[in-house]
């Protein structure tokens, strides 16, 4: 039961990996050592590293949580262009100042003379292949570590548990990655503690982001805030992946609750604008219990952002229990954690935040539940 309340996050791809690990082993002359990435490659990295860069989806938001972030040299354009969905950027905008290593976005590799001519002292990427990795490295002549989010299934990801340790031991923050895999498991024993026999209110996530923004009809069978506080998904009998629904199902499923991803509001209202019909046959809708979330999925999974929601949402559905917990000032607490900084506030700016929304009018009404 343990096992299906662990949190964690919908997304771009499932890493099947090897085992992630460091030794003793290397050229001690030369001032190195070998560690085991997540695809199970052998990588002989510099002993003491001073400078990286790191490339793919999510690949950078594990250095900031790694307080590592005075040691990238250069980043992604899409790091650069819009901080907009990850509070890491937010956290961080003297990152958006550093040269650009490629492009950046799902499936875009980084600009081999860029890494050349930075000289990073260890490339770490996300969501590529042996292949790709070796060949990067061959290339550039700079060793490439290869991290994963795993399943992004549940909040006890150990996949990404791995990866941040192995990233910990490369840059010199081990105690640092053990705090933050700490952190991130104590809010989700919190989390489950708090909801531990509750009836699971029937619960329904609209809006979520899929290669771009979504409407209504986005959801996941296994959201990851809802498993953390036993939130009853209404979409779950259609398995754990992510879907778009047809709309009338809705309205035989009829949930007590619905969630809108703030990052598909707009697409949300406008469909509202167009069948208001339709909503207003929504029990939720009729009740005044529909709610708006941060959107968590940009560039993968922001696991601040979607561990705030899952204490908003066990404060909408089980009050009782979340007695003592303000949502705005639970975000910042794990943002300031995680990222270094408070920015529930720039995140609500941009989507919303947390808070009822009213259809009709297009609005969001700020108080905690």
């Given at each position: 039961m343990r096992k299906l309340l662990s949190l964690f996050i919908i997304v771009l791809v499932v890493f099947t990996s090897g085992c992630i690990g460091s030794t003793n082993t290397g050229d001690p002359g030369?001032?190195?050592m070998t560690v085991t990435d997540s695809l199970g490659r052998t990588v002989e990295v510099p002993a003491k590293v001073t400078k990286?860069?790191?490339a793919g989806p999510g690949a950078l938001r594990l250095i900031v949580y790694l307080n590592a972030s005075d040691m990238v040299c250069g980043v992604e354009d899409l790091e650069k262009s819009s901080p907009n969905g990850r509070p890491y950027i937010m956290a961080h905008p003297e990152l958006k100042n550093l040269p650009s290593i490629g492009p950046g976005g799902p499936g875009k590799l980084p600009n081999e003379e860029a890494l050349i001519n930075l000289?990073?002292?260890v490339i770490f990427m996300t969501y590529?292949?042996?292949?790709?990795?070796d060949d990067i490295q061959e290339k550039t002549g700079i060793p490439v570590v290869v991290l994963s989010y795993g399943a992004l299934g549940t909040f006890n990801d150990e996949e990404l548990f791995k990866s941040l340790e192995?990233?910990?031991k490369i840059l010199g923050k081990e105690k640092r990655a053990k705090e933050v895999i700490n952190f991130i498991k104590s809010l989700q024993d919190d989390l489950s503690k708090r909801t531990e026999g509750v009836e699971p209110k029937r619960s329904y996530v609209g809006g979520i982001g899929y290669r771009g923004s979504q409407g209504i009809?986005?959801?996941?069978?296994?959201?990851?805030?809802f498993v953390a506080v036993r939130a009853h998904n209404v979409a779950s009998e259609l398995g754990k992946e992510h879907y778009f629904i047809d709309k009338e199902k809705l309205l035989e499923w009829q949930p007590d609750y619905i969630f809108i991803d703030e990052g598909g509001l707009n697409l949300v209202l406008d469909d509202y604008r167009k069948n208001p019909e339709f909503y207003?046959?929504?029990k939720a809708v009729k009740n005044g219990n529909v709610y708006g979330l941060l959107p968590f999925n940009y560039y993968t999974t922001n696991i601040d952002t979607a561990l705030a929601d899952a204490y908003y949402i066990g404060k909408v559905l089980y009050p009782e229990r979340f007695s003592d917990v303000d949502p705005e000032k639970k975000a910042d607490?794990?943002?300031?954690?995680?990222?270094?900084?408070?920015?529930?506030?720039?995140?609500?700016g941009q989507f919303g935040g947390f808070g009822k929304i009213n259809l009709a009018n297009g609005t969001v009404n700020y108080s905690s539940p």
């Open positions: 030369k001032g190195t990286v860069v790191a000289k990073p002292d590529v292949d042996v292949k790709t990795a192995l990233a910990g009809e986005s959801t996941e069978g296994e959201y990851p805030p207003s046959s929504l607490e794990i943002y300031t954690f995680l990222v270094g900084k408070p920015v529930y506030r720039e995140m609500a």
